[in-house]
C-alpha cells in the first residue's frame, strides 16, 4: 500500500489529510478507506487534537466518489463488505471528538459527498460541484448518503438529489445547507487555515463538548438531549478553562486555553 495515499500534516494538533489520488479525481478505494482507518487510530489517541481538515489533492476535485473501477465487478457480499467498512471508518472520522472541517475543491460526488456530509464543518470553492450520482450508475449511495444527505438538508431536497442524480454547483449547495461557506478558489487555502486556527484556539474542552452535544443530542428525542446539554454545560464548570475564558472577559484581556 503507497504511504502517500492519504498525506497526513501535523500543527500543533490541527490536522491536515489530503487525499491523493489526483489522477483518478481522488477516487475512494480500499486502500484509500484502509489507510484512513490506520490514520485514525492515530487520530483517536491523539491527546493534543484541535481539529482535522480533509481535502483532496489538486484543485480539480475533493473526492469524486467511491472508485468505480473497483466496483465494477464487486458481488453483492463483496460490496456490502466494501460498504461497510467505508461505513465504519467514516463513521470514526465525524465522531472525532474536535471539529472536523470538510475543504472542499472541485468535483465532491457521491461518496466523496458522503465524506463530506460526515464533516463538522464543508468550506466549499466557488466551482465545487456537488451531487449523489450513483443512480446513473445502477446504485444507491452506500456511504451513508441516504442518511446523512436528509439530515443535512431535510427529505424533500435529498430525495431530489439522490433519485435524479443531479450535480449542484457550491452556491445552491450553500443555499440548502449542504456547505457552510463558499469562497473564492484563492481564497479558500487562507479561509480554512483562519478557521482552524479558530476552532483550535477555542477552549479544547468546551469545542470538544460542544461537538458532543450537538451530535449526541441530535438522536435524542428533545427533553433527553436538552439533558444532555444541561450535564455537559455543568461539566464545564469543572475545568480551568471556564474560569480562565469568564475571568479573561471580566478582565478585559483575551483568554489563555
Ligand atoms: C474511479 C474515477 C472516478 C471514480 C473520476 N475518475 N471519477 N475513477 N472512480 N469515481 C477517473 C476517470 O476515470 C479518469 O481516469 C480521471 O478520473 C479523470 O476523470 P474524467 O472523467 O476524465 O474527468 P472529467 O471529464 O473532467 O469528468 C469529471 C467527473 C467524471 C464529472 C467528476 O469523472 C465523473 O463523472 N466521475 C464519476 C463520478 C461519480 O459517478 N461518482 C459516484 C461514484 S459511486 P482516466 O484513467 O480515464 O484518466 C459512489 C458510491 C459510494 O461514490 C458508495 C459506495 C459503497
Known sequence: MSEQQIEVQDNAGIVRLTI??????????????DKLASILDGLETHENLRAVLITGAGEKAFVAGADITEMRDKTPEQARVFAGQALATIKRLETL??????LVNGFCLGGG?????ACDWAVASD??????????LGVIPGFGGTQRLPRRVGPAMALDLVTTGRKIDANEALRIGLVN???PQAELEDYVAELTQQLGGNGPRSVRAAKQAVHDGMDQDLDSALALE????????AGEEQTEGMSAFV???????
Open 181 to 183: 461557506r463558499v469562497m
Open 113 to 117: 459527498c458522503e465524506l463530506a456530509l
Open 20 to 33: 491523493n489520488r489526483p489522477k483518478a479525481l481522488n477516487a475512494l478505494n480500499s486502500e484509500v478507506i
Open 97 to 102: 471528538p474536535v471539529p472536523v472541517v470538510a
Open 230 to 237: 444541561t450535564s455537559l454545560f455543568a461539566l464545564c464548570f
Open 127 to 136: 466551482n465545487a460541484v456537488f451531487g449523489q450520482p450513483e443512480v446513473l
Open 251 to 257: 478582565e478585559k484581556r483575551k483568554p489563555n486555553f
